[in-house]
């Protein structure tokens, strides 16, 4: 925020965008609920249960990171907002995210890169039932040719008297 010509106030907020992928989708999840439990395998697949941190007001914050061939930069002090997924036949399972954080800062450490399997619309199958994951099991499957799911989570920033940084995300 500018008033005249002084920056007031210094944030970073913008979306996360990708394919939905077996191993960094849980960390996605995880920043924007709070927690996770995971039990198994069962049938050679775990179940991960995410469920808001009712305990804490807060979340984490996270650092992410930006690597191009411009900019080595990290960010942070980040929260994830209203996560939304998308499964349409045709092609990958996507997700959008919002961010806010702290400006971002140099990155002098080595990012690097796992291999992951992306989830496709075949991955998986659409079942409706009472609530509790145990209850899937004798559901019916439903034939549907895309998915829409948006799960809100309203970002705020924290200001304070002495600095032009924010303080904290919540």
Not at 38 to 57: E, I, M, V
Not at 78 to 98: E, H, K, M, P, S
Not at 140 to 167: A, F, Q
Request: hydrophobic share 35%; net charge negative.
């Amino acid at each position: 925020q500018v008033m005249d010509s002084d920056v007031m106030e210094r944030w970073i907020e913008g979306t996360l965008k990708g394919i939905v992928r077996d191993e960094s989708i849980g960390k996605v999840f995880k920043a924007h609920f709070g927690q996770v439990n995971t039990s198994g395998p069962t049938d050679s697949a775990y179940t991960h249960t995410f469920k808001p941190d009712n305990d804490s007001n807060e979340h984490a914050l996270y650092t992410l990171f930006e690597n191009n061939p411009n900019n080595d930069l990290r960010f942070p002090g980040c929260q994830l907002g209203t996560l939304n997924l998308d499964w349409i036949v045709g092609d990958y399972i996507r997700y959008t995210v919002a961010v806010l954080g702290q400006v971002s800062e140099s990155n002098p450490h080595a990012i690097t890169y796992k291999d992951e399997n992306q989830f496709r619309p075949m991955d998986g199958s659409m079942k409706v039932a009472a609530e509790g994951i145990s209850n899937l099991s004798g559901a019916n499957t439903i034939s549907v040719k895309e998915v829409h799911l948006t799960l809100e989570k309203p970002l705020h920033r924290d200001m304070l008297i002495g600095d032009n940084d924010v303080d904290d995300v919540f």
